[in-house]
């Protein structure tokens, strides 16, 4: 939700050019205190004014549409306004990055770090034991809510199994490699496939007909045609085939 106001007709559109999300530190933001006393206090407001706002909307003397309307939000901007205050705030970019530091959480951590500074005031026992208190309900409720929220996220990735590994590279804090290229360069790959038979056949120790296991110590000459090994002549067009028709979202081998 880009912009909640007391009308439904307002576009919600917006340009993101420099997301805040990757700052590092701390972050001024402005916000509104939206709880439900505030909401009881607006409605209270609201109902105590219903008159004057049926008057602006009823006034037969105001025949400009654009007056009127003026008029009627004039009065219920105001009463929005002081039921529902702007005020401003640090947070941390970390809070703004993790999805699951919801309201509770960062009541949490505020009353976490107030006990700390107590504590760090004067290191009496009972800062102490308020400090280890704070900081441990922080710490199950910061879980419980980290585990809810990959458990959601696990839940809505069922219709492939491509989005199902992407939610648990999200989960593992594992980056996808975009696109499809290889992040060795051709060359390399090029030279290890090429030359990895000749380095293995110099590493093998020469073999004698006594050194193979008497299981498999039949003669060559005495097999099939099909049982022994050959090389199949293929030409470079089949290969660029071949390697078309592979899925590039899997792994090589």
């Keep these: 939700i880009i912009i909640t106001d007391i009308t439904d ?33 607006f409605m209270t407001k609201v109902s105590d004014i219903k ?6 909307v009823k006034n037969s003397l105001q025949t400009s549409l654009e007056s009127k309307y003026e008029d009627y939000f004039f009065h219920l901007t105001k009463i929005y306004d002081e039921c529902f ?20 959480v960062q009541n949490l951590i505020d009353k976490k770090n107030k006990c700390f500074s107590k504590k760090k005031k004067e290191n009496s026992p009972a800062n102490k034991t308020k ?34 590994w992407d939610a648990i590279r999200l989960i593992i804090n594992r980056k996808k490699v975009s696109g499809n290229e290889c992040p060795v360069p051709n060359n390399i790959i ?51 085939e071949k390697i078309l028709k592979l899925d590039s979202s899997k792994a090589p081998g």
């Excluded at 990757?22 to 001024?28: D, H, P, R, V």
């Excluded at 008159?51 to 602006?56: C, G, K, T, Y």
């Excluded at 900081?135 to 696990?154: A, H, N, P, Q, S």
């Design 190 to 240: 090029g030279n290890h496939y090429a030359s990895v038979a000749k380095k293995l056949a110099e590493e093998l120790p020469n073999l004698e007909q006594n050194d193979i296991p008497c299981s498999s110590n039949v003669k060559a000459d005495n097999l099939p045609i099909k049982q022994q090994f050959q090389f199949n002549i293929i030409t470079e067009r089949e290969v660029y």
């Design 131 to 164: 400090y280890k208190n704070a900081k441990l309900k922080m710490e199950e409720t910061i879980k419980k809510e980290k585990d809810k929220y990959y458990k959601t996220v696990m839940q809505n990735t069922n219709n492939s199994v491509r989005q199902k």
């Design 51 to 56: 008159d004057a706002l049926s008057f602006h």
């Design 85 to 104: 205050p702007v005020i401003t705030r640090k947070v941390h970019a970390k809070t703004l990055s993790k999805p699951w530091i919801t309201p509770e």
């Design 9 to 41: 007709h307002l576009p919600c559109l917006t340009v993101v050019t420099s997301p805040d999300i990757f700052i590092k530190g701390y972050k001024t933001i402005t916000k509104r205190v939206i709880n439900d006393q505030n909401r009881e206090q």
